[in-house]
């Protein structure tokens, strides 16, 4: 079983940065797929990006592709995910998830994660 917890959201200027992070708890957090989705207000919950156990296996969304890096540091249970380059578009509350689906075809969809964390906004002003 695990808990995540994500944090570094905020309120940000069209091109600023920022880095989320997802804080597990839990033995078999470095067993699991973690992946970021999205979900802005009126809109369903779109995938941001995942990465698999090792980190060597990783998948961005179309939108995020050149401007996101997703990371993992499994002595520290933790997550990354760093965002340069923002727009207001992705303006969203940002959510990690866990699962056991270690394949790189499986990490877009929401139901192959069996933990959420609470999420983290993410506000991006013009």
């Known amino acids: 079983q695990a808990q995540l917890v994500e944090s570094g959201g905020g309120l940000v200027q069209a091109g600023d940065s920022l880095r989320l992070s997802c804080a597990a708890s839990g033995r078999t957090f470095s067993t699991y797929t973690i992946g970021w989705f999205r979900q802005a207000p009126g809109k369903e919950r779109d995938f941001v990006a995942g990465?698999?156990?090792?980190?060597?296996?990783?998948r961005y969304a179309d939108s995020v592709q050149d401007r996101c890096t997703i990371s993992r540091d499994n002595a520290k249970n933790t997550v990354y995910l760093q965002m340069n380059s923002l727009k207001p578009e992705d303006t969203a509350v940002y959510y990690c998830?866990?699962?056991?689906?270690?394949?790189?075809?499986?990490?877009?969809?929401?139901?192959?994660?069996?933990?959420w964390g609470q999420g983290t906004q993410v506000t991006v002003s013009a």
């Open positions: 990465i698999n156990w090792s980190g060597g296996v990783t």
């Open positions: 998830a866990a699962g056991p689906d270690p394949y790189y075809s499986g990490m877009v969809y929401g139901a192959r994660y069996d933990y």
